[in-house]
């Protein structure tokens, strides 16, 4: 009979319990980014991990968004430009009285030239949408409401009611891009 050689014990240890630190720092390190990812983003995180059915494709989808959007020089609009678009939205929402499904495409059209001019890339909708969700995670899905309603109406699928709902899905999303609340915006 050999003796084992107390030696390999040691080492045998020691691989475990480096094995175990370096687990438990990858799980830490998940979770951490987990934690910062749903705080970050919020409903879209919930939506991203409903979306794709993975939360792993999820957080690695928010984060590549992220990155994307540290790339861009999206910046504030001035005093000017911003009091400028809230009067053009004054304009639109006096519109829709009157000419709802116009004053829909209105609200489209000036909600675009406000990403444009705070600097978002004007891709295909759902890379806009994906492209202010790092900013605007609260908000983002006023986006795709307002937008879907407003496809919808295009065709001739939308009721008053639902253009009335954009609106105020749009008015949202307008006024957080702008910088202005609900309560400046109404006064």
């Known amino acids: 009979m050999h003796s084992a050689n107390p030696t390999a014990y040691y080492i045998i240890g020691a691989i475990i319990v480096v094995a175990i630190i370096i687990a438990v720092a990858i799980f830490s390190s998940r979770a951490g980014r987990t934690r910062r990812l749903r705080q970050r983003f919020g409903p879209e995180y919930d939506r991203a991990v409903r979306t794709t059915g993975d939360q792993t494709a999820a957080e690695r989808d928010l984060a590549a968004r992220e990155s994307r959007v540290k790339r861009m020089h999206i910046e504030e609009l001035p005093a000017g430009a911003r009091d400028r678009y809230a009067e053009e939205w004054r304009t639109v929402q006096t519109r829709f009285v009157d000419q709802p499904r116009e004053a829909l495409g209105d609200a489209d059209s000036l909600v675009e030239n406000v990403m444009r001019d705070r600097g978002y890339p004007m891709s295909d909708f759902d890379q806009r949408a994906a492209d202010i969700s790092p900013d605007h995670p609260q908000v983002v899905d006023n986006y795709r409401i307002a937008h879907g309603i407003a496809v919808r109406s295009e065709r001739g699928d939308a009721s ?28």
Request: no cysteine; hydrophobic share 30%.
């Open 160 to 187: 008053t009611e639902d253009l009335r709902q954009a609106m105020v899905h749009y008015r949202t999303l307008f006024n957080d891009l702008l910088g202005t609340s609900e309560r400046r915006d109404s006064q």
